[in-house]
């Protein structure tokens, strides 16, 4: 199983700046890894798949980098609708498709 | 209107049954593999079954081998997870998503099921 470590588990960011989260994989998951948004009580939103690709109707703030086993998830411009938990997901090698265990984006 | 739309969930006791259903309307069913993903209480998401769009192919997290069961009706557009010998840390919010082979593209709201005496 490849495991999904993401990091940090806590992001404390003002509104307006950037915000860059991480994520690695224990193998190479090629570009095989998306990004999702998750707010309270809402199931998750695909935001980023093929590490890079932004999903439908996604802000160009929301960028993705990487590949093999480290990947980024940055939003350029953090606005208030941004804080939420994310999580990143690989889909090269399963069963499982497993997730990284999520980075809460919080209010400085 | 695309969205998926799950129901079955409830309070059951341990060792008990239950049958959770996913409809989809708004795409063509028949044309994505289907997830079920869960979240127990305050923590992450897990994945824990797929089914091929057939239906023949089938595959489950290890936490969940032998006591799931995932199938579908693409008649009918329906999902659905059968899940027995329910266990304490079975309680999650049950999601269902449709695979767009680039991660899950369409999420349901969401069915709580709750394992306790």
């Known amino acids: 199983e490849i495991v999904m470590t993401q990091s940090p588990a806590t992001l404390s960011v003002s509104p307006g700046e950037r915000a860059t989260l991480s994520c690695r994989a224990s193998?190479?998951?090629?570009?095989?890894l998306a990004w999702y948004q998750q707010k309270p009580g809402q199931p998750p939103r695909l935001l980023i798949y093929?590490?890079?690709t932004r999903a439908t109707g996604i802000p160009a703030r929301f960028s993705g980098s990487g590949s093999g086993t480290e990947f980024t998830l940055t939003i350029s411009s953090l606005q208030s609708e941004d804080f939420a938990v994310y999580y990143c997901?690989?889909?090269?090698?399963?069963?499982?498709?497993?997730f990284g265990q999520g980075t809460k984006v919080e209010v400085k | 209107e695309v969205q998926l739309l799950e129901s079955g969930g409830g309070l059951i006791q341990p060792g008990g049954s239950l049958r959770l259903s996913c409809a989809a309307s708004?795409?063509?069913?028949?044309?994505?593999?289907m997830n079920w993903v869960r979240q127990a209480p305050g923590k992450g998401l897990e994945w824990v079954s797929a089914?091929?769009?057939?239906?023949?192919?089938?595959y489950f997290a290890d936490s969940v081998k032998g006591r799931f069961n995932i199938s579908r009706d693409n008649s009918t557009n329906t999902l659905y997870l059968q899940m027995t010998s329910l266990r304490g840390e079975d309680t999650a919010v049950y999601y269902c998503?449709?695979?767009?082979?680039?991660?899950?593209?369409?999420w349901g709201q969401g069915t709580l099921v709750t394992v306790s005496s």
């Open positions: 093929d590490t890079s």
């Open positions: 708004g795409f063509t069913f028949s044309n994505y593999v």
């Open positions: 997901q690989q889909y090269s090698t399963w069963p499982p498709q497993t």
């Open positions: 089914i091929s769009i057939s239906g023949e192919s089938t």
């Open positions: 998503a449709r695979d767009s082979r680039h991660g899950s593209d369409l």
């Open positions: 193998q190479s998951v090629r570009n095989n």
